[in-house]
């Protein structure tokens, strides 16, 4: 297959509609309007129904609407909406309906502007909606990830019924990278969905809801969906482990901080440094494991976000008191060069 | 060691900055390269700018914004203002003499001026001028052959229904290369 | 910004100033767009009215973001489509404010049309300035609730199809038919005698507020010359001839 040179936005939504996304859904908004071109441009043409709705709240509705038809679907947004989709993920996550929504993030909180950050890490990994949920949560650092990891997100929302999210940021969204992009599915192999809503002929009518008054009956609904969960955790981890055999530093950082820790663990090696990193793909579920046992072999694990520090309590969380475990973070939409983030590696190498 | 080059467009909106970094992406990946284009996007350009980050690599690229740029294309003394500092030292920055008034700063940087507007006047394609600087730009880089970009903007334009451009934004390459080796040689 | 000091020559008197309710900041609008003009109008109406000193502006989000930023009086800004509900709390914690938002019409028409709804049909007394370009300016020309039928945008490339995009959404019309209201107009700004009708209305608009009369939305026709890929004039063009036939001018409720 050649390579061609795409933005980031363009080939999420391309490799989506490889997937066999037949409807999507949405609101506007920077740094993600070329996605949303892209499927008003290219989806009707495939034969899928593109809708530009009158809010986010709405758009994730008509996915769970969509979703509860049996389709694959999808929505897409920016970090202030997908605030407001969060009330439709916890109805989708309630209801087993699975679906895929993308989050572009930009500078938050409130309107914040729309430079490139990881500020909603908290929102996509913590529940962000109401209830007892989980959210299976891809984090790409390339524009080939980005390409793969949606069709991926398409394949565990089906396989494990529940919604799940590319969490990228607006340097991704935005920067152009070659790809070569997954061929298209066989729509055959989408598992089949006997609990959409498709008409009850020939069997007992099916229901999509996401509520039970009965306590009892709420909690086996619960239960299922934790052992769901488990099981997601159990199979689903996915990570990216660069220099990690002989590190004494580790750094831990996921999407484009990620990237710029390559970047950073080639300069801190040729200073003699010896650096690693961990890139969580996966950042629910957190490969966890894996981090507390690479921090038995090093002296520093360096989380770096475009953050205030929000996945930095996961690493904390793993890390324990096995190792140093200091933060570097950069706010408001400023994006550190691998420069920045190398001097701070030289204070703790030399530490 | 791999090689890995930073360059950097700047301009006014308007001056298609954003397209010749993606002209020189889509070159250096025709030519077997790894290659990322980073630009700015938003209400930064109503502010009348524009800029632009490609990185050209023979490795997977890490970091697609960078510290130290090896080649600066200026198109109007803002940009110069701007990014003349951040060169790396040996660097080059081409710079569009029709609108730069000042002579850059720096004296350990390899300056490569080109009246860009004066060029693309005389080819009566006034919009060309990006294409005279990212032909310069090949000739000082030395990475991107010359026909592998002007494949590339032959392509980019047929995919914007201008294919009939084409031919002029090739000779615009052509020309702002002729111009960076008359400058280079009478340094050297 | 400072203001630039101008001499006025002998013989010669100022006729045109710089309304007091503006600040000395400069517009972040596009050259040409009636977002300006309109902005100035609400400006003046303030002015005429003496009330700077007690109103609170509302911006929303969309190319009047910066809204704040021009005026000279208190503003807040508020999340995408909600201004309808902040002025509601504003006024409703505060009687004495004169309270106004200035929204888009995918903040009002699209994403906020709840909110807006019900704070007309609350009779809530604030007045609401309504731009309709038919689009989306600031996130890059989308489809708006306004946009006409066969309209181009980035988000109906092939022109609005009404059969799955619907019609362009009569917010006016709507809300003339609620008991709430007491003041609904849809004006222009293409030309000055349009210009000077619309200042009216929105002075109207004030008043009714200060007379404790209820809720009042002046809508008012705009072009987004930018993202319609059109001269200013062109844009003006456009107005009289396309957007007029859809949205046609008047009072449609009150007056
Ligand atoms: C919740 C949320 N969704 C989307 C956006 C992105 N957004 C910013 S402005 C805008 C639309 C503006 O259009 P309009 O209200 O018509 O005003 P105009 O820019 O045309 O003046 C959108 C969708 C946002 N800021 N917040
Ligand atoms: S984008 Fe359109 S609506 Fe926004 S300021 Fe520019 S011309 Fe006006």
């Known amino acids: 297959m050649s390579r061609v040179l795409m933005r980031g936005n363009e080939a999420i939504a391309e490799a989506a509609i490889r997937a066999g996304c037949q409807c999507y859904f949405c609101y506007p908004i920077t740094p993600q309007g070329e996605l949303v071109e892209y499927m008003a441009r290219e989806l009707p043409a495939r034969g899928g129904a593109f809708l530009q709705a009158e809010s986010e709240t709405a758009a994730i509705n008509m996915v769970y609407g969509a979703s509860a038809a049996g389709v694959r679907t999808m929505t897409s947004s920016s970090s202030p909406g997908i605030s407001l989709k969060l009330e439709g993920i916890s109805y989708m996550a309630g209801a087993r309906l699975p679906g895929v929504i993308v989050n572009i993030m930009r500078g938050g909180p409130g309107l914040g502007n729309i430079a490139p950050a990881q500020g909603d890490y908290f929102q996509a990994t913590k529940g962000g909606g109401h209830g007892d949920y989980r959210l299976i949560v891809l984090a790409p650092s390339s524009v080939q990830e980005a390409a793969e990891l949606v069709m991926l997100a398409f394949d565990l929302s089906d396989r494990y019924r529940t919604p799940a999210m590319l969490l990228a940021d607006g340097m991704l969204g935005q920067m152009m990278e070659p790809v070569e992009l997954p061929d298209p599915i066989d729509p055959a192999t989408i598992p089949g969905r006997p609990w959409a809503l498709t008409g009850a002929v020939d069997r007992a009518p099916n229901v999509v809801l996401s509520f039970d008054l009965d306590p009892q009956g709420l909690k086996e609904m619960n239960k299922g969906l934790q052992r769901t969960y488990q099981e997601i955790t159990e199979r689903e981890l996915r990570w990216e482990e660069v220099d990690t055999e002989d590190a004494d530093l580790l750094i831990v950082a996921y999407g484009s901080m990620g990237r710029i820790a390559k970047s950073v663990v080639r300069s801190a090696r040729e200073e003699g440094i010896k650096a690693g990193l961990v890139r969580p793909i996966t950042l629910w579920p957190f490969p966890y494991a894996r981090i507390r046992e690479l921090s038995e072999r090093v002296s520093t694990v360096l989380t770096a976000e475009l953050s205030a520090g929000q996945m930095w309590e996961d690493v904390r969380l793993a890390v324990g008191d096995r190792a140093a475990t200091p933060f570097f973070g950069e706010l408001g939409g400023v994006v550190p060069t691998p420069r920045d983030v190398l001097s701070e590696v030289k204070r703790y190498a030399n530490g | 060691m791999n090689m890995e080059q930073g360059i950097v467009f700047a301009g006014f909106g308007g001056q298609g900055v954003l397209l010749a970094g993606k002209v020189l992406a889509r070159a250096g990946m025709e030519h077997g390269l790894e290659v990322s284009w980073l630009p700015s996007y938003g209400p930064e350009m109503r502010g009348g700018t524009a800029n632009c980050t490609v990185v050209l690599s023979d490795a997977l690229i890490g970091a697609p914004n960078v510290d130290a740029p090896q080649a600066l294309v200026a198109m109007n003394q803002p940009s110069l203002d701007r990014f003349e500092p951040q060169l790396v030292p040996g660097g080059v920055a081409i710079l569009n003499a029709s609108l730069i008034a000042r002579e850059a700063r720096r004296s350990d940087i390899t300056v490569v001026p080109i009246p860009m507007n004066d060029i693309a006047r005389e080819l009566d394609a006034p919009r060309a001028i990006n294409m005279v600087a990212l032909g310069a730009l090949l000739r000082a880089l030395d990475t991107v052959p010359l026909e592998v970009a002007g494949d590339a903007i032959a392509l980019e334009m047929e995919e914007r229904g201008r294919a009939k451009l084409g031919e002029v934004n090739r000779l615009a390459l052509q020309r702002g290369y002729e111009a960076a080796s008359s400058v280079l040689q009478a340094g050297a | ?255």
């Open chain 3, 1 to 255: 910004m400072p203001m630039v000091e101008t001499r006025i020559p002998e013989g010669y008197t100022k006729v045109f100033t710089r309304p007091e309710a503006l600040s000395d900041a400069q517009y972040t609008y596009c050259p040409g767009c009636h977002h300006g003009v309109i902005t100035r109008l609400v400006a003046e109406a303030l002015d005429e009215l003496g009330i700077r000193g007690r109103t609170v502006g509302i911006a929303p989000v969309g190319c009047a973001v910066f809204l704040y930023r021009f005026f000279n009086c208190d503003f807040v800004q508020a999340a995408h489509g909600r201004a309808c509900a902040v002025a509601t709390g504003l006024k409703r914690a505060n009687p004495d404010l004169v309270v106004f938002s200035y929204q888009g019409d995918g903040d009002l028409g699209a994403i906020g049309t709840a909110e807006t709804v019900h704070a007309a049909n609350r009779g809530e007394n604030i007045t609401v300035i309504f731009i309709n370009n038919q689009i989306y300016g600031m996130t890059g020309g989308e489809m708006a609730p306004t946009t006409l039928p066969g309209q181009r945008t980035v988000t109906s490339p092939g022109g609005r199809d009404t059969r799955l995009m619907g019609y362009p959404l009569k917010v006016s019309e709507m809300l003339a038919q609620l008991d709430g209201p007491c003041y609904i107009t849809r004006q222009s700004v293409h030309d000055a005698r349009h210009v000077g009708l619309t200042r009216k209305a929105i002075v109207q608009a004030f008043r009714n507020q200060l007379e404790g009369k209820g809720f009042s939305l002046v809508e008012v026709l705009a072009a987004c010359p930018t993202n319609f890929k059109m001269s200013p004039e062109q844009g003006n063009t456009w107005v009289v001839e396309k957007a007029m036939k859809a949205f046609p001018l008047g009072d449609l409720k009150g007056a």
